[in-house]
């Protein structure tokens, strides 16, 4: 079996700055399944200047300080790991002394330098997003960042992803290159019957994490970057995908068989018998023989070509089988 990924219920900016409806998603993602669940938290003036086109909306997301550290005690109390994309150093300041689990860096600072190397002292999981960065760029940041506990996540958020833009490729490139763990961010249309099958495909392509975005009722509440947001029984379902590729055998780079494969093979290829009957010390000829299934499941399977040559120990009857013990 294959160890299950860690499965991220991405909330984004979905909560819009009621801290009533952030507990109501990490509900949700607790319910559904989700191992941690993660929120963009930050001051606007860490993100962008005024005159940014979504300054204003930046602004009315924000939830205070004392209902962020209420909503990180509502998840240790239920048992799920808060996360959070940070933009600037004082919202990372703020997320250590409040010992959060884990913290992802968005694409946009993956030249942020000083925010980098102001983080390399956290104690926690550090995701690092790939999504639309060129390798030179994901080179220098993970040096940077070398002897963290890092997780490349390829996939980006132009939202919604078209098939175009899936790039499971990535996860083996990604994985070969940097021998650190990988993820994978998806954000498929959720109304897109692959949404929530590709979460199992990446894991089967070698994602060690999985982020998909969740909310509560997508056709109801028509919240911030709901599009690629699942329902909680999509949620599920998707698990229900990822925990199933979990049973896939693994057999890494050999072509062992299983025991189950073992047993069918025995009960299913085709064995030599005799064409005709052979008497005692008759040279075997490929005409002699022939290829049937048969009543009692032999041993091995013999190859006819091997068996040319060989003579036999004592008569066979017509279509009896062909075995070792009966060869001198």
């Not at 025991?259 to 008759?282: D, F, I, N, W």
Request: glycine share 6%.
């Amino acid at each position: 079996m294959l160890k299950k990924p860690y499965v991220i219920a991405e909330m984004a900016q979905s909560f819009e700055g009621d801290p009533q409806l952030v507990r109501k998603l990490i509900k949700t993602a607790k319910k559904s399944g989700a191992d941690a669940v993660k929120f963009q938290i930050f001051k606007p003036s860490e993100l962008c200047t005024e005159d940014y086109e979504y300054y204003s909306l930046f602004q009315d997301l924000m939830i205070s300080e004392r209902d962020r550290v209420e909503l990180i005690k509502y998840c240790q109390e239920i048992s799920i790991d808060f996360m959070a994309d940070i933009f600037g150093l004082e919202t990372y300041s703020w997320l250590v002394k409040n010992k959060v689990a884990a913290i992802k860096i968005h694409s946009t600072d993956i030249k942020n330098y000083p925010l980098l190397r102001g983080i390399k002292g956290f104690h926690g999981k550090i995701a690092l997003s790939a999504g639309g960065s060129s390798l030179a760029e994901l080179d220098k940041a993970i040096e940077i960042l070398k002897g963290c506990d890092l997780v490349l996540m390829p996939g980006f958020q132009a939202e919604p992803n078209l098939f175009s833009d899936v790039e499971l490729n990535k996860i083996e490139f990604l994985k070969n290159r940097y021998d650190i763990p990988v993820g994978y961010a998806d954000h498929l249309d959720a109304s897109e019957k692959m949404a929530v099958v590709l979460p199992a495909m990446a894991f089967l392509k070698g994602a060690d994490y999985i982020e998909k975005h969740l909310t509560i009722e997508r056709e109801t509440l028509e919240l911030e970057d709901s599009i690629s947001d699942l329902n909680p029984g999509e949620f599920k379902e998707m698990l229900y995908y990822i925990d199933g590729v979990s049973k896939f055998a693994h057999t890494s780079d050999s072509f062992k068989l299983s025991e189950r494969e073992e047993a069918y093979r025995l009960r299913s290829k085709k064995v030599p018998v005799a064409a005709s009957e052979l008497k005692e010390g008759h040279k075997l000829k490929i005409e002699d023989m022939a290829l049937v299934r048969v009543g009692v499941r032999p041993d091995e399977v013999l190859d006819l070509e091997e068996l040319e040559g060989k003579v036999i120990a004592k008569g066979l009857g017509y279509f009896e089988p062909i075995t070792r013990g009966c060869l001198k």
